[in-house]
């Protein structure tokens, strides 16, 4: 997720170490490029590397920029590679105008070709790019910084947060719809960043800034009004954070901060690419017609990356087109068929996973399509397989996968509908409710964050023997996920099974020391109802995680973890944040290295 940070003093010329300082404090979200901008009497000086602050750092080292007022950026990539050219602050043909932002310009691709059409050049592939070039049109016509930079936001569409410097006024004008943005207030100072943490070595009076405010910030006042103009007023407060523990946003833990980040994570995975009036599917890469030539369809994962490719390929089992998911360590010596109508689907949060890898490249020595799903631009799966799909959940710094695992399978629900559409030349049965239930699950997410009783189910079982998992068709995979957070990061004995495989072995592990996790979806429930009652014939502590509307499959349950009710086939998403939930109380119960479970990694790079 990039950040942003900005620095308004007056002639001082503390801007450059106070703003490497807040980049620096802004590294925990992640990021592949880093730059500053600083006004030094002119215009703005640019400087900017792809790769890690300390390489900013050696540069501004042989030619440290005087001046007070500064913007800084840490960029994670969504349009374009990490390079020199792609990191921010981003200028206009003339370089009068630097220009930093977070989140997506969707209507960037017209806005960048009517700007070409008047003569302006570009040199990123960046969306970032067409803000600068915008206002030094307005600039252009004679009209001041301020008007220039609120004419060019009404232009936008999509999410942001932007902070901009010109070669006029002593002063940042920025502004936040979708992405956060907050005013730190120092003695005569003021600082902008994406999170507090930025500047939390210098301030800790902040004032945060709502969707819709336009603040302009000079060496010894700040105005923040409307996009109208009309002023508003907006409380000083103090935060009360160690700066040791910002880093995680206030967290105890990455892993519960980037559960938390669902909501917005999913936001972000879904962001134009969907349209549940119309049914729509706009895969930016992958117009209508692009899989025509597919006959089928093989995942190739490792982990929870694979458990989100068993979902792709049921989704697509449904919908009639053949597939099938493969664990990325096993394909190579599985030897399945593959033709060049086959297309090899490698999902990978990190993009590097070295059994992935190998898996896609012997695919693609067969003469098979490869498409990476990935979060990560300019990874290694993304530059070696034909084509790549972005999950766009921001970066993930705890080793345990959750938020991507929700963008993943939200991902593979948009591909998995646009090959069916491509290959079967029809819509797949409820394509519309289920892109509904899609939209809808940002905000179900947070229900759940809001109300789960996570904790106090983990406590209630916290000495237990081992913990089952069991879900039957589109869950059966989000069983398995569950049961592999829970030993990953707590370190106890977790399996997750078919529910109706219970009863073909694994029962005879049940017994009142064993607690029964049984994830219900509103589909075929009473058949995972049977196998919750064989579990409970033996004393098994049995937990629904059911929406209420399953009424019979929480009656029968010691313990309910409730999700909201949607459409079977994205239930498993809800179910499993629960279930991150579970694992997360039950390791911190233990006292566990949650964020570096021991023995494991957050990239594995070795077959
Ligand atoms: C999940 O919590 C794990 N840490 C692990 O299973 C992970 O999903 C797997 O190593 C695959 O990683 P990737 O998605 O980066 O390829």
Redesign the pocket.
Known sequence: MCGIIARVGGDDDGAVDELLTGLENLEYRGYDSAGLAIKNGGGPEVFKREGKISRLKDVLADETPDGGLGIGHTRWSTHGPPTDANAHPHTDCTGDVAVVHNGIVENYDELKTDLADRGHEFESDTDTEVIPHLVKEQLADGVDPETAFRRTIEKLSGSYAVAMITDREHAVYATRRGSPLVLGVDDGDYFLASDVPAFLDFTDDVVYLDDGDVVVVEPDDYRITTPDGEAVDRSVQTVEWDPEDAGKGGYDHYMLKEIHEQPAALRQTLRGRADPATGDIRLEDFPAGSFAGVDRVQFV?????YHAGLVGAQFLSDGGVPARAFLASEYATAQPPVDERTLVVGV???G??AD?LSALRRANASGAATLAVTNVVGSTAARECDDALFIRAGPEIG???TKTFSSQVVSLALLGERIVRDVTGTRSENARERLDALSNLPGHVQQILDYTSARRVAERYRDSEAYFFIGRGAVRPVAREGA??FK?ISYEHAEGFAAGELKHGPLALVTPDTPVFAVFTGRNDEKTLGNVKEAEARGAPVVAVASRDQEAATQYADEVLTVPDTHPDVAGVLANVQLQLLSYHAADLLDRAIDKPRN?AK??TVE
């Open positions: 994962a490792c982990g929870t990356s990978t949060q990190s590097e996973t992935t080793v345990a996968a592999l957070k990953e494991l990239s594995v």
